[in-house]
């Protein structure tokens, strides 16, 4: 380009002008449009868009969270927005939600001695009972066996099981 640029021939500088409009619209093409794996499957959210909903979530356990609000944050449509959630997590945003909740209200229950209706409340939950019950089908233990386990020191599966992915997985 710089050869031809330097060629006093007046075809060259429009020669040159050309592939230099070329490569431009190309760089823009390229930094601008989707990617090519948005097309086929295996797009995920950017680290931007996970990190805003992620706290959002984090921030908003306790109360009602859709996922029109949470497609709101990343700016893709709902259903757009479900795709590139469970491929970036590999939960859905429902699955997501009720595990966050539940390592909140575990964390609480061993940390705190609130009344674990008063946890059950602050971490979105719509009573204690859905609490418990949802404890006992994803973890296998009871939201008091861990308050028991906190006082009386004993290690045992309640104190060392995380709430993962695989134990929150839709039943």
Same mark, same amino acid.
């Given at each position: 380009?710089?050869? %031809? ?6 075809? +060259?500088?429009?020669? /040159? %002008? ?5 490569? #431009?619209? &190309? ?5 601008? #449009? ?5 097309f =086929?499957?295996?797009?995920?959210? +950017?680290?931007?868009?996970?990190? &805003? ?10 109360? !009602?969270?859709?996922v029109?609000?949470?497609?709101? %944050? ?5 259903? =757009? ?12 945003? =429902? ?5 966050? @909740?539940?390592? $909140? ?12 209706? !008063? ?9 204690? +009972? ?5 404890f @006992? $089908? ?6 008091? %066996?861990? &308050? $028991?386990?906190? @006082?009386?020191?004993?290690l +045992? ?5 995380? /709430?993962?992915?695989?134990? /929150?997985?839709? #039943?």
């Open positions: 380009m710089i050869d %031809e640029l330097l060629n006093p021939a007046s075809s +060259s500088r429009v020669y /040159v %002008e050309c592939l230099a409009h070329a490569l #431009a619209t &190309r760089y823009v093409s390229i930094n601008q #449009a989707p990617s090519f794996s948005a =086929h499957g295996d797009a995920r959210l +950017s680290q931007k868009a996970a990190n &805003r909903v992620l706290e959002k979530i984090e921030a908003s356990l306790k109360e !009602d969270i859709s029109e609000s949470l497609a709101v %944050e990343t700016g893709y449509s709902r259903a =757009h927005f479900l795709r590139l959630f469970s491929a970036t997590t590999g939960l859905t945003p =429902h699955q997501y939600v009720l595990r966050a @909740r539940l390592n $909140r209200a575990k964390q609480m229950i061993t940390n705190s001695d609130a009344d674990i209706i !008063d946890i059950a409340l602050e971490c979105g939950f719509s009573s204690q +009972s859905h609490m418990t019950t949802l @006992r $089908r994803k973890l296998g233990f009871t939201p008091a %066996e861990v &308050r $028991r386990e906190r @006082r009386t020191g004993c +045992s599966r309640t104190s060392v099981q995380q /709430v993962t992915p695989d134990t /929150v997985g839709m #039943a």
